[in-house]
């Protein structure tokens, strides 16, 4: 009887234990929010700001101007980002934002994998072209 006591008393014990436990930690090393460092080896243009943020097979953000959404699909280090659509609104200053979102909106949807180097993820876009972010603080 004593036995039977202890053992339930452990079972109580571990049950609440497991429940009081924090979430495990994403596998997925694309996960959270991340801003633009350089797209094709400089700097985004002063005063924009882009962002990702890649959550539950999900991508949007901020391309400088508008509004993205999309959906992404993970095959290892493979990077595919589907149905990237946008808002449409139309800036003009900074000189150069809607050239610069139109690029940076293409290479996301031309992504085709992807690596976390340093605490920057870097998309790699055919032929020499990347894009990288940093996390977003």
Not at 83 to 101: D, I, R, Y
Not at 103 to 117: K, N, R
């Amino acid at each position: 009887m004593k036995s039977i006591r202890i053992l339930m008393l452990c079972i109580f014990a571990a049950t609440s234990l497991a429940a009081c436990a924090s979430p495990a930690p994403s596998l997925n090393p694309l996960e959270g929010d991340w801003t633009l460092f350089a797209y094709r080896k400089t700097s985004p243009i002063e005063g924009t700001t882009i962002t990702a943020r890649f959550e539950n097979g999900e991508v949007h953000g901020s391309g400088g101007c508008n509004s993205y959404f999309g959906a992404y699909v993970l095959d290892g280090a493979q990077l595919t980002i589907e149905g990237l659509g946008w808002t449409e609104m139309a800036c003009m200053n900074p000189e150069g934002v809607m050239e610069q979102e139109q690029t940076v909106l293409g290479y996301l949807s031309d992504a085709e994998s992807f690596e976390v180097d340093t605490g920057r993820l870097i998309i790699h876009v055919g032929g020499q072209e990347t894009l990288t972010f940093e996390p977003t603080e």
